[in-house]
């Protein structure tokens, strides 16, 4: 419980100096065998991107660190409540502990909260308010796409 406390205090520090920076307030740690490996913290306003989170910013630099897209072992602790963009890029990466210090309920008032993307996602896609549509292409005589990428991976 210490441990986690003292991740949880750097990532919220990470986040208190990227506000002083101009920044929004997230940051995030990611740690292996009790070891912080990455940082992040939110850089969108800085780089115009949408997706630079603390999260995937700190998973980024864990990957490049660890020269490894898979992350079992790691944990990521963050300053905020992580969005589902970043909790599914996780996921995707194999981090299977994650905490956070500050709740959607707590960034609500401040107009930091993820909750109604959350509420949005657990509907069906059908329901949910983006136009999201299976469109197959029509192609004959070619490869299907993804049979060519497994070829590719067999012969390098």
């Not at 920076?21 to 292996?32: H, I, L, T, Y």
């Not at 469109?135 to 299907?144: G, K, R, T």
């Amino acid at each position: 419980m210490e441990e986690e406390q003292r991740f949880l205090r750097e990532a919220e520090s990470l986040a208190r100096s990227n506000m002083e920076n101009g920044g929004r307030p997230f940051g995030a740690v990611v740690v292996k065998d009790g070891m912080v490996i990455a940082t992040g913290v939110n850089e969108m306003g800085q780089t115009g991107d949408p997706t630079s989170h603390a999260e995937l910013n700190a998973l980024r630099a864990a990957a490049k660190a660890l020269q490894s897209l898979r992350l079992e072992g790691c944990a990521v602790y963050a300053s905020g409540q992580p969005c589902p963009m970043c909790l599914a890029a996780m996921r995707m990466a194999g981090i299977n502990e994650i905490a956070y210090a500050h709740s959607n309920m707590q960034a609500e008032p401040y107009g930091l909260s993820t909750s109604a993307i959350y509420a949005e996602l657990v509907k069906p896609v059908t329901e949910q308010a983006v136009r999201f549509r299976y469109v197959p292409l029509e192609m004959q005589d070619a490869v299907p796409l993804y049979a060519v990428w497994q070829k590719r991976q067999r012969t390098s």
